[in-house]
């Protein structure tokens, strides 16, 4: 049970911090251009809540029907969704509640350069000319992906759809309790009559 347990923990630790990040980065950004941070986090969290929102569900609703997992196998991994889902609503909370509050007092935008607040406001406008080769280089290909949306959205699911295909047909396959020699004997012998010192260390 606790390996199971942790392994759910293990699994959730990169989705634990997603909504947070959401929450505080666009509040951050909200300060550089300088609004308060009070208003920056409110307007944080009203601009942000669907969005974080509709991911967390979406999250959840992977996880979800494990619960229903018949059977032993079922009754023992039941505890990796209900950790993670448990996991991943209290992070919902932190980052809609508890992240806003904390901001509200303790938040400072990141950059203070005017320098950088410049740059980062060309890009912003669309002026990527500034930006890094990392940058300019997803936006371009951001622009090709937009210009042909359905495109894209039909070419993820085929290709999703044709690795399912092929791991199905030519994968190993899954098995949670595999048949395995054991490495250890037990051996437990019992006599009709009492045994002398030297039979018993036998």
């Not at 300088?34 to 920056?40: H, I, L, S, W």
């Not at 039909?154 to 092929?166: E, G, I, M, P, W």
């Amino acid at each position: 049970l606790n390996i199971v347990v942790l392994f759910s923990l293990i699994m959730a630790v990169g989705m634990l911090v997603d909504d947070a990040i959401v929450i505080s980065e666009y509040a951050d950004r909200k300060m550089i251009c300088g609004m308060d941070k009070v208003e920056a986090f409110h307007t944080s969290v009203r601009d942000m809540f669907y969005p974080v929102l509709s991911s967390t569900l979406t999250k959840l609703a992977v996880f979800f029907p494990l619960l229903f997992w018949p059977d032993t196998v079922g009754k023992f991994m039941q505890y990796i969704p209900i950790t993670i889902i448990l996991t991943l609503t209290g992070s919902l909370i932190m980052a809609l509640v508890f992240i806003p509050t904390l901001g509200a007092i303790f938040g400072k935008p990141s950059i203070t350069s005017k320098k950088e607040i410049k740059k980062m406001s060309a890009i912003e406008s669309g002026e990527i000319k500034n930006a890094g080769p990392i940058i300019r280089a997803y936006v371009r290909m951001l622009e090709k992906v937009l210009d042909h949306p359905k495109k894209f959205v039909c070419a993820t699911v085929f290709v999703l759809f044709s690795f399912s295909v092929l791991y199905f047909t030519f994968g190993p396959g899954v098995k949670f309790f595999p048949k395995v020699d054991s490495d250890n004997i037990l051996i437990s012998v019992k006599a009709k009559e009492s045994l002398s010192a030297k039979e018993r260390d036998l």
